[in-house]
Each structure stands twice: as structure tokens, then as C-alpha cells.
């Protein structure tokens, strides 16, 4: 389990965090949300050890991040957005795979091939002969196949073609086990808004949502009317009629739409943490 207890973090003199707590359960596809510049990657980094918390602590299984042992960081693997390919001249993915195994005993090499065929990415290819979106295929294949029980995706459809993308959740989904914790950070939610669950919301230096998809539901709805409600914590005009965000007063059940409740949490932010606090 991931653990992060009254956390604080900053830049110099701006505060990114301030005591912050999180918990990341086994068996989840969290996602991970906020505007632009509101920690998502230093939390990231915070996490795999990269960046020392200034109060509070940050422990995967129970050790210090900031320490990064050996036994956690072969647990652990990190794919940020700007992600650097080896810059080998003759390096292709399979030649880059096989030179890290050492490091993650659990790193299966047919996995990582049959990912590569699924992603269709040709292993052996060099990285410099490929497009962005084929280094970045091959780079979430290399990432899932070394099977670390705690995998952190940095805005992983950014790049990536609509049957990459297609490609991408198919990969994801078969991915997940009770063992495994996967956290997504992105803004692309409608490439991945099927598998997130729990749905984190980040703001600066506070946890504005931390909550599954089901007690999303218990608490507000979701609904296409043919106009806003004038009770409506956020409503948007779409094709066909209009999305409104109600709080649940009668139990009724509705899907999640994670960009209308992003807008919605963001716009009514003390709102919402009380509704989520009953």
C-alpha cells in the first residue's frame, strides 16, 4: 500500500502540498485529476522517492520512499509524459528491456513481447527509427511487463492514436489485480474513464475529491435534460440536451461523467468536501 501522511511540499518558496493524506489501495486503477500545475507529477516523484517530502511522510509497504531501497524500487516503476528514450544509437525496446531486468525480478520477456505485438511495435526496431507514438507504445509495454506491483502513468494516452488508445485500455485492463496498484494522472479522461476507480481530484495543496465511482453515484447524479436545472451544482449544454450534476436527494442511480464532475468539483469545492464528509 502507498501511504502518504500529512504531507508538505514546495518549490523554493511556493507551496505545492500542504498536509496532504492518501491512501492507494491493491486492486484499484485510480485516477488522478487536476489542473495544470497542481502537483500531479511532483506527487508522482514524491511517491517513487525522486523528491523528499519537507513534513510528513510518503512510504510504499511500509518504507521510506526517500530512501529508495532496493525492495521497494523493484516494486515500483514510473512512466512521466516526457519520458526520455535510451539514447543508445543501436537500442531498440527489446535490447532496452533485457538490459533492465536484472532490476525487476518479476519482469516477464514474453509478456513485454506479446505487448509489443498487441501495441504493434516492432521490439526490435531502434528507438531512434520511431515515431513518438511507437517509442511511447513501447514504452508502456516495457512498463506493464516488468509486473511491479505499483505502476505510475503519467498522462499515458498523450500521443497515442485512437487504436493505440483502444489498444492502450485493452492492455490496462488485463493489467490489474488484487496485488496490483495503478495510478493514472491525466487529462484525457475519456480514454480511460471506464477503468479509473477510485477518482482522486487534486487542487492546490488540498485533496478536493478522494472517492470510488460508487459513492460518486450515492451522492450526486448525473442526468440529460432538455435544459439546466436551476438546482444543478454544474450543468453544460451538450448534443441532444443538457448534462446536469444534481446532489442525490432520492438515491437514484446514474453513470459517472468524469469531466462534468471535475467541473463540478472544482466549482462548488466546499461544497462538495462537505457532501463527502457526511
Given at each position: 500500500?502507498i501511504q502518504?501522511?500529512n504531507?508538505?511540499?514546495?518549490?523554493?518558496?511556493?507551496?505545492?502540498f500542504?498536509?496532504?493524506?492518501?491512501?492507494?489501495?491493491?486492486g484499484n486503477?485510480?485516477?488522478?485529476?487536476?489542473?495544470?500545475?497542481?502537483?500531479?507529477?511532483?506527487?508522482?516523484?514524491?511517491?517513487?522517492?525522486?523528491?523528499?517530502?519537507?513534513?510528513?511522510?510518503?512510504?510504499?509497504?511500509?518504507?521510506?520512499?526517500?530512501?529508495?531501497?532496493?525492495?521497494?524500487?523493484?516494486d515500483?516503476?514510473?512512466?512521466?509524459d516526457e519520458?526520455?528514450?535510451?539514447?543508445?544509437?543501436?537500442?531498440?525496446?527489446?535490447?532496452?528491456?533485457?538490459?533492465?531486468l536484472?532490476?525487476?525480478?518479476?519482469?516477464?520477456?514474453?509478456?513485454?513481447?506479446?505487448?509489443?505485438?498487441?501495441?504493434?511495435v516492432?521490439?526490435?526496431?531502434?528507438f531512434?527509427?520511431?515515431?513518438?507514438g511507437?517509442?511511447?507504445?513501447?514504452m508502456?509495454?516495457?512498463?506493464?511487463a516488468?509486473?511491479?506491483?505499483?505502476?505510475?502513468?503519467?498522462?499515458?494516452?498523450?500521443?497515442?492514436?485512437?487504436?493505440?488508445?483502444?489498444g492502450?485500455?485493452?492492455?490496462?485492463?488485463?493489467r490489474?489485480?488484487?496485488?496490483?496498484?495503478?495510478?493514472?494522472?491525466?487529462?484525457?479522461?475519456k480514454?480511460?474513464?471506464?477503468?479509473?476507480?477510485?477518482?482522486?481530484?487534486?487542487?492546490q495543496?488540498?485533496?478536493?475529491?478522494?472517492?470510488?465511482?460508487?459513492?460518486?453515484?450515492?451522492?450526486?447524479?448525473?442526468?440529460?435534460?432538455?435544459?439546466?436545472?436551476?438546482?444543478?451544482?454544474?450543468?453544460?449544454?451538450?448534443?441532444?440536451?443538457?448534462?446536469?450534476?444534481?446532489?442525490?436527494?432520492?438515491?437514484?442511480?446514474?453513470?459517472?461523467?468524469i469531466?462534468?464532475?471535475?467541473?463540478?468539483?472544482?466549482?462548488?469545492s466546499?461544497?462538495?468536501?462537505?457532501?463527502?464528509?457526511?
Open positions: 500500500m502518504i501522511n504531507l508538505d511540499f514546495g518549490y523554493h518558496k511556493t507551496p505545492v500542504q498536509n496532504i493524506s492518501l491512501k492507494f489501495q491493491p486503477i485510480y485516477g488522478l485529476l487536476g489542473e495544470n500545475g497542481v502537483g500531479k507529477t511532483t506527487l508522482f516523484k514524491l511517491i517513487c522517492g525522486l523528491l523528499k517530502p519537507q513534513q510528513g511522510t510518503c512510504t510504499i509497504d511500509d518504507l521510506n520512499s526517500f530512501e529508495r531501497q532496493p525492495q521497494m524500487l523493484q515500483v516503476c514510473l512512466l512521466t519520458f526520455e528514450v535510451p539514447s543508445a544509437r543501436k537500442m531498440s525496446p527489446a535490447k532496452y528491456f533485457n538490459s533492465i536484472p532490476f525487476y525480478p518479476k519482469a516477464d520477456v514474453n509478456n513485454f513481447l506479446s505487448l509489443m505485438v498487441e501495441l504493434e516492432d521490439p526490435n526496431r531502434n531512434r527509427e520511431m515515431s513518438f511507437q517509442q511511447k507504445k513501447s508502456i509495454a516495457i512498463s506493464m516488468l509486473n511491479t506491483r505499483y505502476l505510475l502513468l503519467d498522462e499515458p494516452t498523450n500521443g497515442l492514436d485512437i487504436p493505440s488508445k483502444s492502450f485500455r485493452s492492455i490496462l485492463s488485463k490489474i489485480n488484487e496485488d496490483t496498484t495503478i495510478i493514472i494522472s491525466t487529462h484525457q479522461v480514454d480511460v474513464e471506464n477503468l479509473i476507480d477510485p477518482i482522486i481530484i487534486l487542487t495543496d488540498a485533496v478536493l475529491l478522494n472517492a470510488t465511482t460508487q459513492r460518486i453515484t450515492e451522492k450526486l447524479t448525473f442526468s440529460y435534460d432538455s435544459s439546466a436545472k436551476l438546482e444543478a451544482l454544474f450543468s453544460e449544454q451538450r448534443p441532444g440536451g443538457c448534462l446536469n450534476v444534481c446532489i442525490n436527494t432520492d438515491g437514484s442511480e446514474s453513470e459517472v461523467d469531466e462534468a464532475l471535475f467541473n463540478t468539483v472544482l466549482r462548488n466546499s461544497k462538495i468536501k462537505s457532501l463527502f464528509n457526511e
